[in-house]
């Protein structure tokens, strides 16, 4: 798109409302200096005007403005957003200003797209553009960039807006102590599919739907004959959607992933729901056909050699694709030579190729339980990218020293090839470690070393904690299925002595990549954890400390040392995994960022994810620029520096989302299979502890991580909700955190992934 196409574009999204500059690049498709330059020449030739205050672009009026007959833009502006809403006669009062030229006013910015008159509400209020969160009971919360408090939207003011959609909103006051605000139109949809049943009413005049299996977007889409594309009543589908201007959906089957009765079929429904497909493009399956099985001889040359070492891989029983391998020895001097080689697979995945768009488009690797959507095709995944034992692999490495205090002496990052001595599994090194001499005898030739990872991971990790690191405690569950796909044991994950050793030697790569990165200037996709915000944290303290827990009275701000403290008295506690989770939630979410921000929870000031490219996306970023700025600079060195720093924002943003969008999903598998799991324990009584508390009703965990909701409306009275406590009461009994209960399952549905309690004797008094 040429300047002048850019302009008129600009001006075109200018005429309904005042826009900033990303959510016009976004909505053009443009690069930040391309509408940077557009802007600049549109402001130069007073065409549009740039807001200060609110950081938003908005066309120029037509019309100069007279001088006389009207109220001070910035001064209406800055009272609104202050106090968010007012009526007209309580604005007219607060500023102190003839009526009738703030009503000009107030019409002018109406005009602009800056503030917004709701007739129904009788208020006028500053327009945000916001992503909205809808909940399973039909209201919903937006998010608006820079702020932190939400903003609470009944399902009245919701009109046809749905789950992820990016929308203007208008606050609209206070809703039972929640910012309220309602929909003014929708800016950006976040559905283009459904996932659903198709379905047929009438037989004279049949009309076609799709009903949606889709928990986030629980909507009926129409579909006309002629869209139905060869489906069969009955069959899970996948549709195009359109919206209309009323709240119909009209929508175009695309393909039919199979039958309700299919094995399997419901997490192929929740993965297409989230967007992960198995299939990659056309384009990348042309691409494999020229990437090697083997690594050739002239790939190797150039490259450190490390394949008499007896470098190995430590992974799960069952894992398929080997990022990294590691080698360790005792040096002269009493240090560490820590090596950390990784998979190199930004030797074959070339930056703008197929086979790099449709990792980017994916992100990351999904883990769900009968399967794994990979970020690149298995034959790299599980093949030439896997640093399975045996044969030769590429690598990227960082050559660590490290003293027996835990400092990092010297380091050097290169590229290298191995070859693995052995592929071993988290249980036979946990087996080793506890001198189980038959695992020993076979492994007889890499004993010695395993004996010393254990002595530097346990270095490394005290090291950690004595600055604060912190190591929250969960516990992780995984599933075994029946041959159609229903659940038939839940067993928990065991952390171990070997998990935590490579889990310690890949934090010290990250870090010392970061730190490399950081101090030569380089651009770097950094993954940072902000700090929580004290208020919050505060609040958590005080909530643990009324489960009559001795918890540290801190005026000031809580460094992660107090919070690290608090989690060892609590290590014996009847309810210290909740205490867990109540800190880890207090936290801010880590993210990826072009920034070096540091990461809180690991008290790291530098820290990037480099190990896993296989399956994320920003360790395979980061490899790139690693060898393309550092180890291979060309003398268009500083041109690709500020290339990498032009883009770098929008693609941590999208890897970050990315990331958050694996984890709903497999969460929504998980939540699938363990109402699916409790589906043959309907009206069964289970020991269960009260794990969380909310305005609406209490959720409750039994056995094997299984949490269901004990709803108020299903309990005897009137139950009041005590958020300082973390309580509930009726009056007559009150629930508090950690209490434990007897409860039985009254509903269990897996298309709705929802499991619901009854606390025992309840419906007795009902």
Partial sequence: MDKRKIKEEIKKNLK???????????????????????????????????????ELYKLSPKKKEKSFGMVDKEQVIEKIRDYHIYKF???SKVLNVNPKELKATLKCLEDEGIIYYSPFYDIYSILKVATLDVKERGYAFAKVEGEEEEYYISPDDLGNAYDKDICHIFPT????????AAVKDIIERSHTKVIGRLQVKGKKYPKYKVESVMNSFPVTVDVSKEDLNGAYIGAIVSCDIEYTKGYSIKGKITEVLG??????????????EYGFKMPFSPETDEELKTIPDMVKNEEIYGRRDFRNLATITIDGDDSKDFDDAVYLEKLDNGNYNLQVHIADVSHYVLEGNPLDLDAYSRGTSVYLADRVIPMIPHKLSNGICSLNEGVDRLVLSCLMEIDPKGKLINYEIVEGVINSHHRMTY???NKMIEGNEEVIKEYSDIYPMILDMVELSQILRGIRHKKGGIEFESEEYKFELNKDGSPKEIHKRVQDTAEKLIEDFMLEANQTVAYHMSIMNLPCEYRIHEKPDQEKLHNTFNQIASMKISVKNIQNDIHPKEIQQLLENVKDHPNHLIINTMLLRSMMKAKYSSECLGHYGLAMNYYCHFTSPIRRYPDLMVHRMIKKLFLHPSETLDRDIRRYQAILPDIAFKNSKSERNAVDCERAVNDMLYAWYMESHIAEVFPATITSITPFGMFAEINNGIEGLIAYRDMNGYFDYNEHTMSASNGRITYHLGDKVNVKVIYANRL???I???????EDEL
């Fill in 16 to 54: 309904s409302y005042a826009l900033s500059k990303d959510l016009l690049a976004k909505a053009l498709n443009l690069s930040d200096d391309e509408i940077e330059d557009a802007l600049n020449d549109l402001l130069k030739d007073g065409q549009i005007k740039y807001l200060d205050n609110l």
């Fill in 89 to 91: 006669s309580t604005l």
């Fill in 173 to 180: 006051g206070y809703d039972d102590k929640l910012k309220g």
């Fill in 259 to 272: 039958s309700p009765d299919d094995p399997g079929i419901e997490i192929s429904e929740i993965a297409l």
């Fill in 427 to 429: 249980t036979n090194v």
């Fill in 752 to 754: 709705e992934r929802k």
């Fill in 756 to 762: 619901d309690f009854r606390i025992e004797g309840e």
